[in-house]
């Protein structure tokens, strides 16, 4: 497995700022997922973000509100643009393992606008 | 469009006492299914991964077993360290994507 950090762990914005949160992995990885997990709901996920390429965004999210960046295979970061409540949630990065399809998760970024 | 619903909600059991959570799924080509735990204010643990029905896989008092609609994920004589939400998810074929359930809240009383 893979061992992934994830900052900040928890933040409370305002409405209309920005937030950037970066997740680390320990090793080298092709791919890098984001979810959101929204209050009292299950995983959803935003995109899939390779290294080297553009991130390939889920039905319902759009880039000018999550753009990704990926500059290298151990690194990514998610940024949450022009915050409303409605974007209250966890935000969890994860990986796959190595040589199988079993995805890993870092410990989440709890987001909080106001 | 492939989908994951878990039952029950929430469970409480007494300590001891097994039971059974369940994952009922529709996917266009299973690639994989997953189970993982999730405890407050945590990402999810992996558990297991199953591939293919009448697959079956245990990790100490959990066994996850199988079949072409569901999976069950039994809990044998649990501890209040059993406690947490436990979430469901697959995968289709020819994809990366994790579609994940609502998850089942198990609480173990001592």
């Known amino acids: 497995s893979a061992v992934i950090s994830q900052k900040p762990s928890r933040d409370i914005c305002q409405r209309g700022t920005s937030l950037t949160i970066q997740c680390q992995v320990d090793?080298?990885?092709?791919?890098m997922f984001w979810y959101r997990q929204q209050p009292g709901q299950s995983l959803t996920l935003i995109a899939t973000a390779n290294q080297g390429s553009e991130a390939t965004y889920e039905s319902g999210f759009v880039i000018d509100k999550f753009p990704i960046s990926r500059p290298n295979l151990t690194f990514s970061t998610l940024t949450v643009s022009n915050m409303s409540p409605e974007d209250s949630s966890i935000y969890l990065c994860?990986?796959?393992?190595?040589?199988?399809?079993?995805?890993?998760f870092g410990p989440g970024t709890r987001l909080t606008v106001t | 469009e492939d989908q994951v619903t878990q039952s029950p909600e929430a469970l409480r059991l007494q300590e001891g006492e097994s039971s059974s959570l369940n994952c009922s799924y529709t996917v266009s080509g299973l690639r994989g299914l997953f189970w993982y735990r999730q405890d407050p204010g945590k990402g999810p643990e992996f558990l297991f991964t199953l591939y293919s029905a009448g697959e079956e896989k245990e990790k100490e008092r959990l066994k996850a077993t199988l079949t072409k609609k569901e999976s069950f994920l039994h809990i044998t004589a649990p501890k209040p360290e059993d406690s947490a939400t436990y979430l469901c998810?697959?995968?289709?074929?020819?994809?990366?994507?994790?579609?994940f359930g609502q998850g089942t809240r198990l609480t173990i009383n001592p």
């Open positions: 090793s080298q990885v092709t791919m």
């Open positions: 994860s990986v796959e393992g190595p040589g199988s399809y079993e995805q890993y």
């Open positions: 998810a697959v995968q289709a074929a020819g994809a990366q994507k994790l579609v």
